[in-house]
């Protein structure tokens, strides 16, 4: 069982850069998967980025080159860079982790809002 705090969220212009940051309350050492995902209003929510087994990467195409996402053993936390940002990008960012050592539950943050003007 882990709780999961976003963090970093917040308005920006088309083409800055804002990071968010994902706390967890305890070791995400033998946590299989880490990711964020998004929702954007009227929209369902969909994956942007997850990591597994700490080196395994995997990104949404539509973000692909703009956002890196990278965990921290030691802080416990799960961050995702996200430049050169876009209008389409505005979405509530949901950090997700799954599959916690020999366990199998899904856990959820309450998410932070991103907000990309033009």
């Known amino acids: 069982q882990v709780q999961l705090v976003e963090s970093g969220g917040g308005l920006v212009q088309a083409g800055g850069s804002l990071r968010l940051s994902c706390a967890a309350s305890r070791s995400i050492v033998s946590i299989s998967t880490m990711a964020w995902y998004r929702q954007a209003p009227g929209k369902e929510r969909e994956l942007v980025a997850s990591?597994?087994?700490?080196?395994?990467?995997n990104y949404a195409d539509s973000v692909k080159g703009r956002f890196t996402i990278s965990r921290d053993n030691v802080k416990n936390t799960v961050d995702l860079q996200m430049n050169s940002l876009k209008p389409e990008d505005t979405a509530v960012y949901y950090c997700n982790a799954v599959n916690i050592g020999s366990g199998t539950g899904s856990y959820w943050g309450q998410g932070t809002q991103v907000t990309v003007s033009s």
């Open positions: 990591i597994t087994r700490g080196v395994i990467r």
